[in-house]
């Protein structure tokens, strides 16, 4: 894979304190980039930069900002903070997920579905004006191994079942993710590009606070996992990959084959049911 420096361009990190957001947020630092860190605490922003800092990742400036997507108010008033500390925004990565999150949001929304999709479109709806202020801008969204992809077949376009078991949640929450870029690809051809990325095996604290057996996967996971996320700097930063929206790539930088599902219909639909629960 191809991986360019990145200096003068701007990138902000949703979910850039932990996990696949910092590595994300180490490398587009690594290449020149300035980058922004996006989390919902104070502190957990800070430490983020201070880390990267202290590793002496990239010559880019790093910063943190705090704001939550998790609404429509929200959303917009991370966006507008955005709008505050820079004039472009060459690249939205947003990485924020959950696993078995449990409860719902005020507005009856499953918080497992709402951290894993409904935050994305809202921030990324949010920002679409600074991307499109930006040429070339990109926005790349966080998504899971090609092998659960296939598996992939009709789930709800209609809203959210709020009883459904959270593997469901997180298959639709994928599923909904791979029909936004699909959407916005179609509807927006002259806008930023939009795909879907696995990160492959990233060190994580995302298993820490789980049952014992997913700790254990976790930690075992972790000897095996890498600290860079290559995948990321390729799209982010290689100027051939102009113009290619609307798709999903593995952690090689190979296209993966969406399921059937993922239709212009679909998307349409998709996008309509996400307005309507964005609140």
Known sequence: MDV??????TVAVFGGSSGVGLAVAKGMARLGARTIVISRSVTN????????????????LVESIVGDPSTRTGAELLATALTERTDRLDALVSTAGSIGETGRTAAGVPRVFA???????????????????????????????????????????????????????????????????????????????VNVFHPGLIRSNLLATQSLPLRLVGSISNM???????????????????GISGRMVDDHGREVALPAIVTAENATAVWTTSERMAR
Not at 53 to 58: E, F, I, M, S
Not at 227 to 238: D, F, I, K, M, Q
Request: charged residues 20%; hydrophobic residues 40%.
């Open 115 to 193: 951290t894993n999709y409904l935050v994305h479109f809202q921030l990324l709806r949010s920002v679409l004006p600074m991307l499109d202020r930006t040429p070339g801008s990109r926005a790349l969204m966080v998504g899971v191994a090609p092998a659960l992809v296939k598996r992939i077949r009709n789930v709800r376009l209609d809203g959210v079942d709020p009883n459904a078991s959270a593997a469901a949640l997180m298959t639709q929450a994928v599923a909904w993710k791979l029909l936004l870029a699909r959407h916005l690809a179609d509807i927006r051809p002259e806008g930023p590009t």
């Open 224 to 242: 095996f996992a890498k600290e860079r996320c290559t995948v990321v700097e390729h799209l982010a930063s290689s100027r051939s990959l102009a």
């Open 4 to 9: 360019e420096r990145m200096d003068g361009r």
């Open 45 to 60: 922003g800070q430490r983020a930069v201070d880390t990267i800092h202290t590793h002496g990742r990239g010559s880019g």
